[in-house]
């Protein structure tokens, strides 16, 4: 079945870098685009970020533009967000989602919770 | 960016009752891409509804949507104490992928 698996998750100061990943299996991951969407604690969803299944297109929400960068490898399985100049607003739970056909984002991965504070 | 406001904010109910949530657009969303999840504590959010009414793999028939252009809702034709939950709507359009702010379900 198909599973994503976030990692990378953790503490960091304000103006610090962070790299998340997402590890996916049982489905052909090259083919498909793929998402990152944010929680910050007890609020909504905020979709961040959204790379084509080759890589040739990205696009990211107003709030992140500049400071992260979504990637992947295909050869590895595995989708990449590269956050830099974080605050505290980034603080949440980091998702990462298959997108579909119809720009659904199905399944989800479980999350890793990314903290900014000094 | 278009923008989806969710009502009501929280929706009281009790097993059984039948639940309706809106979810309306500052501007018009194709069916094609206008999207229902379910998110319960402590989980990843759930595909529930795609193209405006279709369910996903799995999904039981008391769920169903409708609508289309700037209003669209979710129906839960009788609620299981499983579906107490905060349901959220979501388009894509121009590049751009947005969320409504959520409605929680909770038990009357």
């Known amino acids: 079945q198909v599973q994503l698996v976030e990692s990378g998750g953790g503490v960091v100061q304000p103006g610090g870098s962070l790299r998340l990943s997402c590890a996916a299996s049982?489905?052909?991951?090259?083919?498909?685009?793929m998402h990152w969407v944010r929680q910050a604690p007890g609020k909504g969803l905020e979709w961040v970020a959204f790379?084509?299944?080759?890589?040739?297109?990205?696009y990211y929400a107003d709030s992140v533009k500049g400071r992260f960068t979504i990637s992947r490898d295909n050869s590895k399985n595995t989708l990449y967000l590269q956050m830099n100049s974080l605050r505290a607003e980034d603080t949440a739970v980091y998702y990462c989602?298959?997108?579909?056909?119809?720009?659904?984002?199905?399944?989800w991965g479980q999350g890793t919770l990314v903290t900014v504070s000094s | 960016e278009i923008v989806l406001t969710q009502s009501p904010g929280t929706l009281s109910l009790s097993p059984g009752e039948r639940a309706t949530l809106s979810c309306r657009a500052s501007?018009?969303?194709?069916?094609?891409?206008l999207a229902w999840y379910q998110q319960k504590p402590g989980q990843a959010p759930r595909l529930l509804i795609y193209?405006?009414?279709s369910r996903a793999t799995g999904i039981p028939d008391r769920f169903s949507g409708s609508g289309s252009g700037t209003d669209f809702t979710l129906t839960i034709s009788r609620l299981e104490p499983e579906d107490f939950a905060v349901y959220y709507c979501?388009?894509?359009?121009?590049?751009?992928?947005?969320f409504g702010q959520g409605t929680k379900v909770e038990i009357k």
């Open positions: 049982g489905f052909t991951f090259s083919s498909y685009g």
């Open positions: 193209g405006a009414s």
């Open positions: 790379i084509r299944y080759d890589g040739s297109n990205k």
């Open positions: 989602a298959k997108d579909s056909a119809i720009s659904t984002f199905d399944p």
């Open positions: 979501q388009q894509y359009g121009s590049s751009s992928w947005t």
């Open positions: 501007q018009s969303v194709s069916s094609s891409y």
